[in-house]
């Protein structure tokens, strides 16, 4: 399989706007904000990789949790009350990167 752009930010080779790093899940600014706030939460571990919700399995299936986890605790820090969490899943769903993530969108700013 080919490096997606987000192994790519994970492995340092190109530049994202981070703003949540703990040793499992990073969070990072979407080049193109669909609202005031759109973070991206990605499971850094290799253990954790899966491409998307669809191809979800017993050993992937604790991930998404993980990065819900992280944008409950993200917001918390921020103090934004209210947002939307999103996965696109699959190509038809609108998925254009094959590495897992959660879109996080709030009209509040950080
Ligand atoms: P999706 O449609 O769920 O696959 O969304 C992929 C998201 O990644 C889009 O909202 C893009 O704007 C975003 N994106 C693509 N490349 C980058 C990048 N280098 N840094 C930050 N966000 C990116």
Not at 7 to 34: C, N, R
Not at 53 to 71: F, M, N, R
Not at 82 to 97: A, I, N, T
Request: hydrophobic share 40%; aromatic share 10%; glycine share 6%.
């Amino acid at each position: 399989m080919q490096p997606t752009i987000f192994h790519k930010i994970i492995a340092g080779e190109i530049p994202a706007d981070i703003v949540y790093d703990t040793d499992e899940v990073l969070g990072f600014k979407d080049i193109h904000p669909q609202a005031p706030t759109h973070i991206l939460f990605i499971a850094k571990l290799e253990k954790d990789f899966v491409s998307s919700i669809i191809d979800i399995t017993d050993q992937t299936a604790h991930v998404p949790t993980k990065l819900i986890q992280a944008a409950k605790d993200f917001a918390s820090e921020k103090g934004i009350t209210g947002y939307q969490l999103k996965f696109h899943c699959g190509k038809d769903g609108g998925q254009e990167v094959f590495f897992l993530h959660l879109h996080f969108l709030s009209q509040q700013s950080l």
